[in-house]
Structures are given as structure tokens and as C-alpha cells.
């Protein structure tokens, strides 16, 4: 089971919009602001997409942007498009020994 | 670019040993910390183990004792010492660019598949 907890799945038509969510605890996400997601196409290395909870790495599209509320974080892609079918993880700094810790993961769909 | 690229996995037996490595590329490799993230087949990601730039570690607790992290700042490499292994130690290891401080893996390596079985 793991620490961070998101939707095994989430689904959308291209243009729409969704959001995934990622619950943890005041020890990770609502006491730090570093969560990071992460995409992973079938077969390949993970892809850091947002950090520190709302920053894009250069060459990131704006269509993806994250936010935090409480112990909750959140991943929103907009203008849903076929390339963004991918797992996405998101991951949080913890106070814990761990230093780290990770969400399940989540298969996007786009219908 | 930055380039990280993993070798020396394969099939082992449990209780057996193996040793990956990493080769970066493309950035100051003294300026970052470096880990070890893993994924089970079919599962998610798990931090394994990291080490600064100085050589200070961290494990997670299922490896600890039996994992051992070491770089070569002057060979550019990253490396992984296995031993003792698992059934549940089978995944694909990859290497990646650490910030400690934003507990952020921003660059990874394109994996290297362990598989522990008899």
C-alpha cells in the first residue's frame, strides 16, 4: 500500500479537462510544499512534469499545472490530448526516515 | 543533455548478488545527489536508496543491510550493490538526478531490469 494516494484511474475526451488527486498527511504533502508528478508512458523511464506543487520544467506543456489544499494535491491537464495517455505518479518530500514518498499511480485514459 | 544510463541487470537466484551501474552525462555530476528508484513489474515506484555528493546514504528500510549505493566522482558513475536478493527485489532499477532538498528525481535513466528467481 502505498503512502500517497491517488485514483487507480482517471479518464477524458481529447479537449476536456481533469484533474487527478493525491491524498497524504500533514507528515508529507500538507506539511511541505515539494510534491512532484511524474508521467510514464508504457515501457518507459518516468518524466518529471510539475514540482514543488505548481512549477513546470522547461519544455513542459502549460497545459498541465498543479495545486495543493491541505494534505491534498492535485494534477490538472487541460486540453486533453491522445499523448497524454500515461501513468502519472505523484511523489511528496516527508519528515519521515523515507525522505520520500510516492502515490500508487494513475492511468489516464483519453477516450 | 543530461544522460543517465544504467547496466548490469539479468536474472539471479535468491539469495544471490548483482551490481548495477550508472553512467551520467551532460551536467556537473558533483553538484547533485543520486538515487536508485525501482518499480515491481505492473507496480509503482519505489525509492531505493540515495547518496550525496560527499558520499553521505540513505536506504529505504526494505534494502537496508543488504543494498550497498557508492558513486566515483571521477568517473562520473553511480553504482548499486546487491546482495542477498529477493523474489520481491525483481523490478526495473533506474537511476536518477536527485534534489534532496525537493525530494525530486528530475532526470532518470532508461532502466535496467533485475529479475530474481530459481
Known amino acids: 500500500q502505498s503512502a500517497l494516494t491517488q485514483p487507480a484511474s482517471v479518464s477524458g475526451s481529447p479537449g476536456q479537462s481533469i484533474t487527478i488527486s493525491c491524498t497524504g498527511t500533514s507528515s508529507d504533502i500538507g506539511g511541505h510544499d515539494y510534491v512532484s508528478w511524474y508521467q510514464q508512458h508504457p515501457g518507459k523511464a518516468p518524466k518529471r512534469m510539475v514540482y514543488d506543487v505548481i512549477k513546470r520544467p522547461a519544455g513542459v506543456s502549460n497545459r498541465f499545472s498543479g495545486s495543493k489544499s491541505g494534505n491534498t494535491a492535485s494534477l490538472t491537464i487541460s486540453g486533453l490530448q491522445a499523448e497524454d495517455e500515461a501513468d502519472y505518479y505523484c511523489?511528496?518530500?516527508?519528515?519521515?526516515?523515507?525522505?520520500?514518498?510516492f502515490g500508487g499511480g494513475t492511468k489516464l485514459t483519453v477516450l | 543533455q543530461v544522460q543517465l544510463v544504467e547496466s548490469g541487470g539479468g536474472l539471479v537466484q535468491p539469495g544471490g548478488s548483482l551490481r548495477l551501474s550508472c553512467a551520467a552525462s551532460g551536467f556537473t555530476f558533483t553538484d547533485y545527489y543520486m538515487s536508485w528508484v525501482r518499480q515491481a513489474p505492473g507496480k509503482g515506484l519505489e525509492w531505493v536508496s540515495y547518496i550525496s555528493s560527499s558520499g553521505r546514504t540513505s536506504y529505504a528500510d526494505s534494502v537496508m543491510g543488504r543494498f550497498t549505493i557508492s558513486r566515483d566522482n571521477d568517473k562520473n558513475s553511480l553504482s548499486l550493490q546487491m546482495n542477498t536478493l529477493r523474489d520481491e527485489d525483481t523490478a526495473v532499477y533506474y537511476c536518477?538526478?536527485?534534489?534532496?532538498?525537493?525530494?525530486?528525481?528530475?532526470?532518470w535513466g532508461q532502466g535496467t531490469l533485475v529479475t530474481v528467481s530459481s
Open positions: 536518477a538526478r536527485t534534489s534532496r532538498l525537493r525530494a525530486l528525481f528530475d532526470w
Open positions: 511523489s511528496s518530500y516527508t519528515s519521515s526516515s523515507t525522505f520520500v514518498v
